[in-house]
Nanobody
Framework: QVQLQESGPGLVKPSQTLSLTCTVS??????????WSWIRQPPGKGLEWMGA???????YYSPSLKSRTSISRDTSKNQFTLQLSSVTPEDTAVYYC????????????????WGQGTQVTVSS
């Protein structure tokens, strides 16, 4: 059973870069055909897919966030990381890491495994 756990600061100042790490256990992030995504949910709003990194290391981003988002991985630690630059209070959300088999999807309902989520607040 794949398990995911998000970690990172809960408070980020405006204009700074938000950085979160997802640690994966019970499976390898390099296992063929698995895709590893970041998804967020602002208060009172729906889930928003942000981007993904594939088992191969290829990355995919939401067009609306592409200019500010970077996803990378550390295969030695079985982790993948989200960086979101130039944050504003509108980036306040619960951030989730999630995975699915055979392709990424911008539909959060199609993900098989989820972390518990971590609250990030953007405020001075």
């Amino acid at each position: 059973q794949v398990q995911l756990q998000e970690s990172g600061p809960g408070l980020v100042k405006p204009s700074q870069t938000l950085s979160l790490t997802c640690t994966v256990s019970g499976g390898s992030i390099t296992t063929n055909y698995y895709y590893w995504s970041w998804i967020r949910q602002p208060p009172g709003k729906g889930l928003e897919w942000m981007g993904a990194i594939a088992y191969s290391g290829s990355t995919y981003y939401s067009p609306s966030l592409k200019s500010r988002t970077s996803i990378s991985r550390d295969t030695s630690k079985n982790q993948f990381t989200l960086q979101l630059s130039s944050v504003t209070p509108e980036d306040t959300a619960v951030y989730y890491c999630a995975s699915r088999y055979e392709g990424y999807s911008d539909s959060p309902s199609e993900y098989d495994y989820w972390g518990q989520g971590t609250q990030v607040t953007v405020s001075s």
